[in-house]
């Protein structure tokens, strides 16, 4: 099993203006310029491959995610879609997983678990399927 913490607000840093706090998601992603898109991938890549250890899942594995929200108002399914992406990626780039194709992908469940505006989050467990 491999558990995984994500944040769900990502800042994209800018060199001539004040830097932009985003809602990590689909519909963020679907619109922002693909320099964003690349940067925010690459960090949440970067911060997966922190918590890893010398795991690896060489058979089939299951996602499950729990989001911890800041504002009632935001749209779980978009956030978890886009986490479960990055995370999907991450775990194939890292050797940790053969592969993110429904052969060995087994599905995703996510449950919102409760509101947190200190520390809004997705914890994601990764649990091999036998």
């Known amino acids: ?41 690459k960090e949440f890549s970067a911060l997966v491959a922190d918590q890893l250890e010398s795991d690896v899942v060489p058979n089939q594995f299951r996602l499950n995610i729990s ?16 986490v479960e ?12 997983i053969t592969n993110d194709n429904v052969k060995y992908h087994m599905g995703t469940t996510w449950s919102v678990i409760e509101q947190d505006k200190e520390n809004p989050r997705c914890l994601i467990n990764v649990s091999e399927v036998k």
């Open 85 to 96: 992406k990055f995370v999907l990626d991450a775990l194939q780039e890292n050797n940790v």
């Open 1 to 41: 099993m491999i558990d995984i913490e994500l944040p769900i607000y990502w800042t994209q840093e800018f060199k001539t203006k004040n830097n932009k706090t985003v809602l990590v998601g689909m519909n963020w992603y679907r619109n922002a310029f693909y320099h964003a898109q690349n940067s925010m991938k």
């Open 67 to 82: 989001l911890y929200y800041k504002n009632a108002s935001c749209d779980g399914a978009n956030i978890v879609a886009l």
